[in-house]
């Protein structure tokens, strides 16, 4: 068992920074990926990036040059997704995701176990 643990959100004007950070406790061999969805109101949750065991990330294209994921190099148990040059369109609850089944793309919420329960980035213009 995982259990993922989000802060750091909060609310930003259009340009603003912020980092988000994922403790994951419990099983450190249940998290062969850990990632960062969003879900906006009326929106379905999308996969924003994915940081696998090897260190290799991946990003969806909305956020690609604006986002970096990365994890502690000491305690792989905490993620970051560092978010730059926020965007009103950026506004959503966001959630961190681990240990993936494989079954589908990276970007799928259906392919992980593992859910924290969100934060929410709020961008105003």
């Known amino acids: 068992q995982v259990q993922l643990e989000e802060s750091g959100g909060g609310s930003v004007q259009t340009g603003g920074s912020l980092r988000l950070t994922c403790t994951a406790h419990?099983?450190?061999?249940?998290?062969?990926?850990m990632g960062w969805f969003r879900k906006a109101p009326g929106m379905q949750r999308e996969g924003l990036a994915v940081i696998d065991s090897d260190g290799r990330s991946f990003y969806a294209d909305s956020v690609k040059g604006r986002f970096t994921i990365s994890q502690d190099n000491a305690h792989d148990n905490t993620l970051y997704l560092q978010m730059n040059n926020l965007k009103p369109e950026d506004t959503a609850i966001y959630y961190c995701a681990a240990q993936r089944r494989f079954r589908g793309s990276w970007s799928d919420d259906y392919d992980y176990f593992y859910w924290g329960r969100g934060t929410q980035v709020t961008v105003s213009s």
């Open positions: 419990g099983d450190n061999h249940n998290r062969n990926c």
